[in-house]
């Protein structure tokens, strides 16, 4: 079955520290894969997916078929990035969530 | 700039009650969804459509049934209320593949 795994529920850091949180998923075909964040007291929005291949504030997440991971990574963390964010993916029209992780960067 | 709109903030109702929770968007989107997001179990879909009078049973679809009668329109229904319903209820929309945009929530607790 079609899963997605984010096995950390809460990962607190330091501002100026690297951040990875991960994710795992679950799929015979080519997954589509997405990160979504929600800072507090906002929608859910999208963060990154993966075929496009860009940075967006300053995270990056590579596709690992052989892992089949999609971790994202920043080199250096803000308290602005202190938000909840969820690894997604896409198949036959559907979009599947994981269970989140909550980033908490401190000062 | 609101792109899906929710009609509802806050509800409280009562155990038992037939609930409607309202979704439009206004991107021409045939991809609708509804998610419940509970604390340390994420986002999880309820159902969802591909297109108008179209659905597809999510994980949890027990309890809940949909209604798509226009493109623009998503409704999620819960027959008969309960406790266990209680949660943050988003609705969600895409073209395939691409961003899905998420309205603001509807906070339903069931008394």
């Known amino acids: 079955a079609q899963r997605v795994t984010q096995p950390e529920k809460l990962l607190s850091v330091f501002k100026g520290a690297p951040v990875e949180l991960k994710c795992n998923y679950s799929y015979s075909g080519s997954p589509e894969l997405f990160w979504y964040v929600q800072y507090s007291r906002q929608r859910l929005q999208l963060l990154l997916r993966h075929i496009s291949r860009e940075s967006i504030k300053g995270f990056t997440a590579d596709l690992n078929k052989g892992e089949t991971s999609f971790h994202l990574k920043k080199p250096f963390a803000q308290e602005e990035d202190s938000a909840m964010y969820y690894c997604a993916l896409s198949f036959s029209d559907k979009l599947i969530f994981g269970t989140g992780t909550r980033l908490q960067v401190f000062p | 700039d609101v792109k899906v709109t929710q009609s509802s903030r806050y509800l409280v109702k009562r155990t038992g009650e037939k609930v409607f929770l309202e979704c439009v968007q206004d991107?021409?989107?045939?991809?609708m969804f509804w998610y419940r997001q509970d604390p340390g179990l994420g986002l999880r879909l309820i159902y969802f459509?591909?297109?108008?009078?179209?659905?597809e049973k999510g994980d949890i679809p027990e309890g809940y049934s949909v209604s798509r009668e226009k493109k623009e329109r998503f409704s999620l229904i819960l027959e008969s209320a309960s406790t266990n319903q209680t949660s943050m209820y988003l609705c969600a929309s895409s073209l395939s593949y691409v961003e899905a945009f998420f309205g603001q929530g509807t906070r339903l607790t069931v008394v």
């Open positions: 991107m021409d989107h045939e991809n």
């Open positions: 459509s591909y297109d108008v009078k179209m659905k």
